[in-house]
C-alpha cells in the first residue's frame, strides 16, 4: 500500500513564499500524473498544478508564474514551491498520484492528507 504525507503548510503574509512537500512511502507499479488540488472554504476542489507522466507540467491561470512544481524521484517526493501568494491562495492542499501498484491493476487515485495553507496579514 501507498501512503501520501505533506507537510509545510502554514500562515504566511501576502507576498511571502512556503514550500510544499508530499513523500510517498511504497512504490508504485506505474503512474500516469502526479500533483497538486487545493480546496477552500465553500469552493470545489481546484487543480493547481500536475506532471503527467511523459507530459508537460500544467498549473491553474491563478498560479502560473508563481507557482512551480517539482519532483525528486530518489526521495519519492512531490514538491509545490509557492511565492508571492495571495490571501486567495488560502485553502487546504492535496497532494495526489494517479498510478497502479501492480501490472494488470486499474490505475488508481492517491491522496495526502492535506496541508492548511493561511495567507493574511
Known amino acids: 500500500q501507498v501512503q501520501l504525507v505533506e507537510s509545510g503548510g502554514g500562515l504566511v503574509q501576502p507576498g511571502g513564499s512556503l514550500r510544499l512537500s508530499c513523500v510517498a512511502s511504497?512504490?508504485?507499479?506505474?503512474?500516469?500524473?502526479m500533483g497538486w488540488y487545493r480546496q477552500a472554504p465553500g469552493k470545489e476542489r481546484e487543480l493547481v498544478a500536475v506532471i503527467p507522466t511523459g507530459g508537460r507540467t500544467n498549473y491553474a491561470d491563478s498560479v502560473k508564474g508563481r507557482f512551480t512544481i517539482s519532483r525528486d524521484g530518489a526521495k519519492n517526493t512531490m514538491y509545490l514551491y509557492m511565492n508571492s501568494l495571495k490571501p486567495e491562495d488560502t485553502a487546504v492542499y492535496y497532494c495526489f498520484i494517479t498510478g497502479r501498484l501492480h501490472y494488470g491493476l486499474e490505475f488508481d487515485n492517491y491522496w495526502g492528507q492535506g496541508t492548511q495553507v493561511t495567507v493574511s496579514s
Open positions: 511504497g512504490s508504485f507499479f506505474s503512474t500516469s500524473a
